[in-house]
Each structure stands twice: as structure tokens, then as C-alpha cells.
């Protein structure tokens, strides 16, 4: 499957998750499992627009946008990572008011045996979407993924908390993990907020990355006849840049220098899927210089 079709598989699973949650809630009065089920209607919203936002990155270039729409993954984090933030205020102010005024919890049983068929769920969608995530450098489908193994651990965490209710009698133990839900939601969107803002704002390619585009150049420089230098790299959603100069010798035809920067260009793609290349020609004796970047010599 490709990514679209990984974040419709994940509304459809938020929807039932959503019935399985709700349903564990109404069956046990618990705010721990309603805090639960708020959470997954966070994963629907979230999965809708990180579909959308796929279907906009993966448009061709056009005349406003010649590098393409790229970018438009990073708004699903950010926009996902707000909306967590939202659900962990509604769950903090439900069970600030159940901390006050304890109820009962009913049929705990069924109601977590619903719980964790929802758990299942989506930690098998989470693995699946990860992995996918990272074959294809979906920043949507990577922060949908890590959303849903919160839930996981979250749900975990509820029934445990639950469990703990019902062996002890400690009604108060409900509202409190909640809260304790909540901040741990709150953590994993302000991570999404500080990744999408970070994307935006041209962050380099992973070091793992840049080692093989170094690699790559080290092969074809030689001490007195090529080298390369002001070696930058940025990344837009799946789409990976690299730009630099390329030195050679001022005798040189054209011809040549541009041969061997297609033969340079097509092994940084080769070795770096998604890397799209831009190499300025220059002669060895030409510098030069940008105030604003660090120089990177191979």
C-alpha cells in the first residue's frame, strides 16, 4: 500500500476506535477511557488532514510553486500536534471535575476488554504506517504513526491505571490518570509542533544522509583537478537538496565540466533516493564566498 492508502486505512481504524473507546466509556463511567476515547478522535481529524495535505505534496511542480508542494506534509504535524494539544486540555477539565466529585466505575470488565481490542488495533496500524513512513519520507504518515503508538501506550497505561482502581477502591486514581494521560499527550504534540515548524524552516538532511552525499562527492575529488565545497542541504517533505560548487581546472571545455557534473548529479541520485541535485560550475582559482553559510570542502 501506498501512503494515501495507509491514512485511509487509519481514519477508518480511528472511526472504529472511536466506537470501541466511546463504547468502554459509556459502559464504565471511567474519565480515563473517555480521556482515551477524546484522543482518538484527535487521530481521525489528524488522519484527514495529513491525507490531504499527502494529496497536495505529491502535485507537480507548477508556475507558483517550481519546487513543488512538497512542504505541505509539514502543516499535517503542526496541525495534528495543535489538535493534541486541544484534546489534552479537555482532558485535564474532565478530570479536574471528576477529581472533585468521584463516581463509581460499572462494568469495568467489558469496558477494558474494548479498550484493548481498540489498543490492537492501532499498534498494528502504527508499525505498518511507521515502516511505510520511512520507506517513502512521509513526514504526514511518520507523525500519524507515532500519534497512534501513543494511543497504544496511553490505552496501556488507562487499563493498568484501571485495574489498579478496581483492586484498590480508589476512585481518585481514575481523574488522576487522566491528567497523567493528558500531559503525556500534550508531550507528543508539542514533539509534532517543534517538527513541523522545524521542516519549514529548511532543516538539513539527516547525518546518515549527508554522509552518503560526502561519500559520494569524495569519490570523484581529487587534490588537484576537482573539488567541491559550499555543500548545503535542506529537506521538503519526501524531497530531498543538495546544492554545491564544483571545481576544476579553467582549461576545461564546457563540455567536459558538464559531463562530469551528469555523471555527479546522477550518482547523488543514484545513492540518495529523492535527492534532487544543483552543482554550480567554477574554476579552481574562482571563490566563492557567502556570509551567511558554513563552507563545506570535499
Known amino acids: 500500500m501506498g501512503v494515501s492508502a495507509y491514512l485511509k486505512l487509519s481514519i477508518v481504524v480511528a472511526l472504529v476506535t472511536i466506537a470501541l473507546k ?19 478522535v484527535v487521530n481521525l481529524a489528524g488522519a484527514m488532514f495529513a491525507l490531504a495535505m499527502v494529496i497536495i505534496a505529491a502535485r507537480p511542480p507548477d508556475e507558483d510553486h517550481p519546487f513543488g508542494h512538497h512542504k505541505a506534509e509539514y502543516f499535517s504535524s503542526g496541525f495534528e500536534g495543535t489538535l493534541i494539544f486541544a484534546a489534552a486540555l479537555a482532558i485535564i477539565w474532565a478530570a479536574v471535575g471528576r477529581l472533585l466529585a468521584p463516581q463509581p466505575l460499572e462494568r469495568l470488565g467489558l469496558g477494558l476488554a474494548l479498550s484493548v481490542l481498540s489498543s490492537v488495533l492501532n499498534g498494528v496500524l502504527a508499525w505498518g ?26 490505552s496501556a497505561g488507562v487499563v493498568i491505571g484501571l485495574l489498579a482502581v478496581a483492586a484498590t477502591g480508589w476512585l481518585w486514581l481514575d481523574p488522576l490518570l487522566a491528567i497523567a494521560v493528558a500531559a503525556n499527550v500534550a508531550r507528543e ?11 519549514l524552516m529548511d532543516r538539513a538532511v539527516e547525518p546518515a544522509v549527508q554522509q552518503q552525499i560526502d561519500a559520494v562527492l569524495a569519490g570523484f575529488a581529487h587534490p588537484t583537478t576537482l573539488r567541491f565545497d559550499h555543500v548545503s542541504t535542506r529537506r521538503a517533505g519526501q524531497r530531498l537538496f543538495v546544492d554545491l560548487h564544483m571545481h576544476m581546472p579553467p ?22 533516493p529523492g535527492l534532487r541535485a544543483t552543482i554550480q560550475l567554477l574554476p579552481m582559482d574562482v571563490e566563492a564566498h557567502f556570509d551567511d553559510q558554513a563552507e563545506r570542502v570535499l
Open 129 to 154: 504506517m511507521l515502516k511505510k513512513a520511512r520507506e517513502h519520507r512521509s513526514v504526514a504518515l511518520e507523525a500519524d504513526a507515532r500519534h497512534l503508538f501513543t494511543d497504544v501506550w496511553t
Open 22 to 40: 466511546t463504547g468502554a466509556w459509556w459502559l464504565t463511567s471511567s474519565v480515563g477511557l473517555l480521556s482515551d476515547a477524546m484522543e482518538s
Open 251 to 272: 582549461g576545461w571545455t564546457l563540455q567536459r565540466a558538464a559531463a562530469l557534473r551528469s555523471s555527479v548529479e546522477q550518482a547523488l541520485m543514484a545513492e540518495v
Open 189 to 199: 504534540g508539542w514533539s509534532l509542533v517543534r517538527r513541523s515548524a522545524d521542516g
